[in-house]
């Protein structure tokens, strides 16, 4: 059992939390395709109606630097088999993850030159949306060096390890944080001020918020 600090145990596995963590993905998925499917006419990378483009921005960036990245986390609990099945199953996911992640911001970037809404990069979730992405593909790609192909040297990947596990929780906090801000912006966008779409926007917020709640909690627990 991993000890706290002052020598207490968390009595407790992973595996409540891991459990916890899907439901939360199961949820957070099911509103967002329900408030993009029903109320707003679906999604497209590649479409005239700037608002399917938007929408295309929404579920990319749920499934990319969210669910996925969550199960990249928490892959080294989940898969059976070696370490090295696991440190694999971690890339995939992680590129499937930055994958998405760029098809959102290409949504995003066309919505905005096709509609002329704003100019770009003004709000707090385009700066931390970006700085989310940047820090993505600089993890991804010295993790990917030290740990898989080619690999540092024994000592320097203990040393590393730590470091890349803080930065890789950092960056998906970060995108939680950044998907608030941007539900907040999808309010505004809209102008919703009640309703059974804000109600559906507010709680995929929150399944969002405990998804990566029950992700980070997957990750200290034994
Ligand atoms: C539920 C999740 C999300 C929602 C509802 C959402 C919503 C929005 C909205 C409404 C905009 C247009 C307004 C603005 O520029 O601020 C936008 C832009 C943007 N989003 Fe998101 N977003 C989400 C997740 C993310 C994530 C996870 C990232 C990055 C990791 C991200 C990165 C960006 C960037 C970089 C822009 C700015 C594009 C530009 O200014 O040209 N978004 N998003």
Do not use: C
Not at 159 to 181: E, Q, Y
């Amino acid at each position: 059992m991993a000890r706290s600090k002052d020598g207490g145990r968390y009595r407790m596995s992973a595996t409540p939390a891991i459990v916890m963590a899907e439901i939360f993905a199961v949820a957070a998925i099911t509103l967002m395709l329900v408030s993009v499917l029903h109320f707003r006419g679906g999604f497209s990378l590649k479409s005239n109606n700037v608002v399917r483009l938007f929408n295309a921005h929404l579920v990319f960036m749920l499934f990319g630097p969210i669910i996925f990245t969550g199960q990249a986390i928490m892959a080294f609990k989940t898969v059976p088999g070696r370490r090295k099945v696991r440190k694999i199953v971690h890339m995939l996911f992680n590129l499937l993850g930055i994958f998405l992640g760029a098809l959102g911001l290409l949504a995003i970037f066309r919505f905005y030159k096709q509609s002329g809404w704003s100019p770009n990069l003004h709000s707090l979730h385009s700066w931390t949306g970006i700085g989310v992405m940047g820090l993505y593909v600089i993890q991804f790609f010295l993790g990917f060096t030290f740990f898989l192909f080619p690999g540092a040297k024994k000592n320097m990947r203990t040393d590393m390890k730590p470091w890349h596990a803080f930065l890789g929780l950092t960056i998906f906090i970060l995108a939680i944080f950044t998907s608030g801000t941007g539900l907040i912006e999808r309010f505004r966008f809209l102008q919703l001020l009640k309703g059974r779409e804000a109600l559906l926007l507010n709680f995929t917020g929150i399944a969002i918020v405990l998804f990566g709640l029950s992700v980070v909690l997957s990750v200290i627990l034994p």
